[in-house]
């Protein structure tokens, strides 16, 4: 059978971490699974030859946009300037392939160009939590998701950003082969075959303000300012003036996680930053975020994959 075609854009300025992403998953040669077909990659520019990466170094490339007219799906790896346009050459590259039924794919801000060209017309789509409202003051018409890793319309497939990169392309590969190829795959690159949650949990908080000022960000601001103590469900949803089952469904779409599970994962952050800052013992680290020695104990190692101890003495400023 025909290999499935994959084209990456390349640009001058272009992060190379998304563009490692997508060749890793897609570029590497895969015997060892055994299946009909496995892809095509191609990078291509709008005009082939040296781009400068961010690093200070060039990254050749060989094809220009011609690429585009041919491939099974097209990846935008992010843009080098979120405040600059896009080139309108890309941008019609873009609809073309998408008009004849190429798949098109965004990492981190990417969203933008694929925003620029109108694929995301009247969709929910996602970037990176910082670009979110940038993304949504200039394309009003884009149902903005900052909370998400990636965001599956079928054609046309948006992801957070960096890491999310990789949650999307393994995404990719599980539509395409099943979920037991993409496992071996995220096995072979050593990353987790499916993550929990959303982009939401990593923005910058515990310390800082929620994603936005809606009834769920603001009591995620009250957990984030309560984490000492217990909080419960009813508690939280008081501040946020909805019933305990309509806060719990619309916490878990604002945060791709339930309420319990994500103000763990903020005690453990809270009790990681004390860690690395101060000097009290792990009993009195575990009261400041509302946990017993026992349970923290146990969550940290859950979530960050060490003990508190060995954290310490790793990370301590």
Same mark, same amino acid.
């Given at each position: 059978?025909?290999?499935?075609?994959?084209?990456?854009?390349?640009?001058?300025?272009?992060?190379?971490?998304?563009?490692?992403?997508?060749?890793?998953?897609?570029?590497?040669?895969?015997?060892?699974?055994?299946?009909? $077909? $496995?892809? /095509?990659?191609?990078?291509?520019?709008?005009?082939?030859?040296?781009?400068?990466?961010?690093?200070?170094?060039?990254?050749?490339?060989?094809?220009?946009?011609?690429?585009?007219?041919?491939?099974?799906?097209?990846?935008?790896?992010?843009?080098?300037?979120?405040?600059?346009?896009?080139?309108?050459?890309?941008?019609?590259?873009?609809?073309?392939?998408?008009?004849?039924?190429?798949?098109?794919?965004?990492?981190?801000?990417?969203?933008?160009?694929?925003?620029?060209?109108?694929?995301?017309?009247?969709?929910?789509?996602?970037?990176? $939590?910082?670009?979110?409202?940038?993304?949504?003051? /200039?394309?009003?018409?884009?149902?903005?998701?900052?909370?998400?890793?990636?965001?599956?319309?079928?054609?046309?497939?948006?992801?957070?950003?960096?890491?999310?990169?990789?949650?999307?392309?393994? *995404?990719?590969?599980?539509?395409? *082969?099943?979920?037991?190829?993409?496992?071996?795959?995220?096995?072979?690159?050593? &990353?987790?075959?499916?993550?929990?949650?959303?982009?939401?949990?990593?923005?910058?908080?515990? &310390?800082?303000?929620?994603?936005?000022?809606?009834?769920?960000?603001?009591?995620?601001?009250?957990?984030?300012?309560?984490?000492?103590?217990?909080?419960?469900?009813?508690?939280?949803?008081?501040?946020?003036?909805?019933?305990?089952?309509?806060?719990?469904?619309?916490?878990?779409?604002?945060?791709?996680?339930?309420?319990? /599970? $994500?103000?763990?994962?903020?005690?453990?952050?809270?009790?990681?930053?004390?860690?690395?800052?101060?000097?009290?013992?792990?009993?009195?680290?575990?009261?400041?975020?509302?946990?017993?020695?026992?349970?923290?104990?146990?969550?940290?190692?859950?979530?960050?994959? &060490?003990?508190?101890?060995?954290?310490?003495?790793?990370?301590?400023?």
């Amino acid at each position: 059978m025909r290999r499935h075609r994959i084209a990456c854009l390349a640009f001058d300025g272009m992060a190379p971490f998304e563009l490692a992403t997508v060749a890793e998953v897609f570029a590497v040669s895969r015997p060892e699974l055994d299946v009909d $077909w $496995w892809y /095509r990659f191609e990078l291509c520019a709008e005009t082939p030859g040296p781009h400068r990466a961010v690093g200070g170094f060039d990254i050749v490339v060989h094809h220009g946009l011609d690429r585009l007219r041919y491939a099974d799906t097209v990846i935008v790896p992010g843009v080098a300037d979120v405040r600059r346009d896009v080139s309108p050459t890309v941008l019609n590259a873009l609809r073309d392939a998408h008009a004849r039924g190429a798949r098109v794919v965004s990492i981190c801000s990417g969203a933008f160009a694929l925003a620029a060209a109108g694929l995301l017309d009247g969709k929910e789509a996602t970037t990176h $939590w910082r670009h979110a409202r940038l993304l949504q003051e /200039r394309h009003p018409e884009v149902q903005v998701n900052a909370s998400v890793l990636y965001v599956d319309h079928g054609s046309v497939i948006t992801a957070a950003g960096t890491a999310a990169g990789i949650d999307a392309c393994l *995404h990719l590969v599980r539509k395409d *082969h099943g979920a037991d190829v993409a496992a071996r795959v995220a096995r072979r690159m050593v &990353v987790a075959a499916h993550r929990e949650g959303g982009q939401a949990q990593f923005a910058e908080r515990p &310390v800082g303000e929620p994603l936005s000022d809606d009834p769920i960000g603001n009591a995620m601001q009250f957990a984030l300012d309560n984490l000492h103590r217990r909080l419960s469900i009813d508690e939280l949803a008081g501040v946020a003036h909805l019933s305990a089952r309509q806060f719990e469904r619309r916490f878990a779409d604002a945060a791709g996680l339930p309420p319990g /599970r $994500w103000i763990t994962h903020q005690r453990i952050r809270a009790g990681a930053v004390l860690l690395e800052s101060a000097g009290l013992p792990i009993d009195a680290v575990a009261g400041r975020v509302g946990l017993t020695v026992a349970g923290f104990r146990h969550h940290f190692r859950e979530t960050m994959g &060490v003990s508190p101890s060995t954290y310490r003495r790793q990370f301590r400023r």
